[in-house]
């Protein structure tokens, strides 16, 4: 079901990929957990670590703590979405007891949110964005199966010299948070 090349890594590893997840690596916290820069076998990386405490709803809802890794894993081995060019690699993840994480070929500058705040972006910038997102959005719910979204926010979009996004995306069986590369 799910394909061999993806990375099972320890909670150890992650660790060392983020710094021990340093502060200075951490680039915003979402609904359920936080995202952090990261190095990965001399790859930049985008390091998702969920939080337990506020999964505790959905992994209780489905009767299985591993739901959101799981729903993860569905929703990018789905060899339909392989042809959407917004949309980056999922590279691994790690499923232990005390840390739960992906990891992500993305190298995120900063949220959209802080890119604005900081008057980072031009007009024209910002609306490329808004097209590139809006085209994602089209590709992913015109998908033989639908993917609803859910919680698109300037928070919740990574960007890369305004090249990188990343938005949410709720399957149609669970919660899945999903980076985006806008080509």
Not at 112 to 137: C, F, P, S, T, Y
Request: proline share 3%; hydrophobic share 40%; with cysteine.
């Amino acid at each position: 079901m799910y394909p061999t090349n993806l990375v099972v890594l320890s909670s150890q590893k992650l660790k060392e990929c983020t710094n021990n997840f340093n502060l200075s690596n951490l680039i915003g916290l979402t609904q359920f957990g936080r995202l952090f820069r990261g190095n990965f076998q001399g790859q930049r990386v985008l390091v998702k670590i969920l939080d337990d405490e506020k999964l505790k709803h959905i992994s209780s809802k489905y009767n299985d703590e591993h739901f959101i890794i799981k729903e993860e894993m569905k929703f990018w081995t789905n060899p339909n979405l392989k042809g959407c060019p917004n949309l980056t690699t999922f590279i691994g993840y790690t499923c232990e007891r005390d840390i739960k994480g992906i990891v992500y070929d993305i190298n995120p500058l900063d949220t959209l949110d802080n890119v604005i705040k900081k008057d980072g972006m031009n007009w024209v910038q910002r609306i490329d964005v808004i097209h590139e997102v809006a085209k994602l959005l089209k590709f992913i719910h015109e998908q033989e199966k639908q993917n609803m979204v859910l919680n698109i926010s300037a928070s919740h979009i990574l960007l890369d010299k305004f090249n990188l996004v990343r938005g949410s995306v709720l399957t149609s069986s669970g919660f899945s948070l999903l980076p985006i590369a806008v080509a």
